[in-house]
């Protein structure tokens, strides 16, 4: 599975924007990028992916570099609630391929 | 987004007895679940793939004599831990997909405590 590279930790400031970066450097041209997060004691939660445009939800968006090495998952007004585990992923294109997990981006959202 | 159904979310044995995890998909069929273990302060770790009707895959270092995994339905999967002792005291988390999908659901996760 090619690997993801995310910091550690981050903090925002309730009510701020977020940018959550993640390398990807040795992604393949069929890789997915996922996003996923895990708040305190539950299971992880999708929140998006992408292959090469830009994405947006209800929940955040993903800007995904022009040479796909790269992506950030953009929260636009951090709440409380955002505090969590942020996990990229790279998921190949299949039949329901597995999610390797990586150490991911713990957000702290302070008031 | 679909919902999977995991039980129980906590469980407490004694060391050297078995207990049972049940993962359902209650609005969609699973082709394949997945079951991770997470430490705390960890990531996940997956511990086997498993396939309707068919054997599950086990991650290398997961001992399947210990971790029985059985997926005998399209909404059904359980995880057995045989024989537990404390050091198997993990949270336990599900995942459900099916063919074709690009998004996996998780379910609530169970936390095993074995004294």
């Known amino acids: 599975d090619a690997k993801t590279t995310q910091p550690n930790s981050m903090e925002s400031n309730e009510e701020e924007p977020v940018h959550l970066p993640c390398n990807h450097s040795?992604?393949?041209?069929?890789?997915?990028i996922h996003w996923y997060r895990q708040l305190p004691s539950q299971g992880p939660e999708y929140v998006i992916h992408g292959l090469t445009s830009n994405v947006n939800n209800r929940m955040a968006s993903l800007a995904i570099a022009e040479d796909r090495k790269s992506s950030t998952l953009i929260l636009h007004r951090a709440t409380l609630r955002d505090a969590a585990v942020y996990y990229c992923?790279?998921?190949?294109?299949?039949?329901?391929?597995?999610?390797?997990f990586g150490t991911g981006t713990r957000l702290q959202v302070t008031l | 987004g679909a919902v999977v159904s995991q039980h129980p979310s906590r469980v407490i044995c004694k060391s050297g007895t078995s207990v049972k995890i049940e993962c359902r998909s209650l609005d969609f069929q699973a082709t394949t679940m997945f079951w991770y273990r997470q430490f705390p302060k960890q990531s996940l770790m997956l511990m086997a793939t498993?396939?309707?009707?068919?054997?599950?895959?086990?991650e290398q270092g997961v001992e399947k004599d210990k971790f029985l995994i059985n997926h005998a339905s399209l909404t059904l999967s359980t995880l057995t831990v045989t024989s537990a002792h404390p050091e198997d005291s993990s949270f336990y988390i599900c995942s459900a997909s099916w063919a074709g999908n690009t998004e996996a659901f998780f379910g609530q996760g169970t936390r095993l405590t074995v004294v």
């Open positions: 040795t992604i393949s041209g069929t890789d997915y």
């Open positions: 498993s396939n309707e009707g068919s054997k599950a895959t086990y």
């Open positions: 992923i790279l998921r190949a294109v299949g039949t329901a391929s597995k999610l390797t």
